[in-house]
């Protein structure tokens, strides 16, 4: 049996999931027969594009919905998301931004935006998403923290801060959830991935270094990954795909590296 041949009944929320990670964690759900709620901004014509890609995935345009755009960034965001979505069995904690200044200079409304979005928001949505699991006995809440979970890079403050408070965030929920055989909570913790918040990174760089976009993309995976090579968003999606299944009911609180190498070094 798949890892995923269990998981075709399951509701999972991805949120963020309108680009990037986000939608390819979403696509290996809806290729596993889940059915998928997606949340983030973007334009309507393109979100209905991406509802019906994923419906022919999944194979029922019915087990396929967006929930109009929610600024995750605010409580009341998130509990506007949680009350369209109804109860969830797999809770993806995607949605983030990041926010590139020395400390000095960094604009304290960027501070809170990006602690909002990127650690607040997953406490709101763990939080209004725990009962319905409890009551089921069965749940998945996966957050997708970072390499800078764990270690730092510079100019970063807010993004780190949030991803380490993440990883702290999902030890919490597994040791709490721990009496429950089946609810799990666990982060994935990603190097470079080549979405539209590292292309933003790698552009911005280009600019100032006055050089080209796949010079500045060669220097920032030698920078810092051994194996200069991007991870995909489906890479992510197969590991939370595996993550909610019944093999890794007991992986609990584990924040999992996919970053070719950067933080063991
Ligand atoms: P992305 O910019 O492609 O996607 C971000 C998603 O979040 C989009 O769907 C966007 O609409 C949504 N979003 C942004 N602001 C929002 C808000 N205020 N309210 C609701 N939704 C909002 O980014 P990505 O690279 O796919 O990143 C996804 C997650 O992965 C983030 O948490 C990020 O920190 C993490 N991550 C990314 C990388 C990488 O290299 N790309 C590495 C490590 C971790």
Redesign the pocket.
Known sequence: MSFSAALNTRRVLV??????????IATMFAKSGCEIIL????KQDEIDALCSTLAGLNGDSTKVRHVP?????TAL?CEA?MHQAGPVDVLV??????HVSPLEDFSTEMWD?VI???LS?CFHTTRLALPHMRAQGWGRIIN?????GTIASPYKAA?VAA?HGLVGLTKVTALETSDCPNITANAI??????????Q?QVEARAEANSSSFDEEKDKLLSEKQPCTE??T?EQLGDLAVFLASDSARNIRGASLHVDGGWTVQ
């Open positions: 949120t963020g999931s309108t680009s990037g990670i986000g939608l390819g949340s983030g901004m973007g755009d929610a600024d995750l960034s965001g998301l904690n995607n949605a983030g931004m990041q935006r909002g979005l990127n928001s997708i923290a970072s390499v800078h993004y991803k913790n990603p190097g470079w991935v080549l979405t539209p918040l590292v933003h991007f991870t968003p």
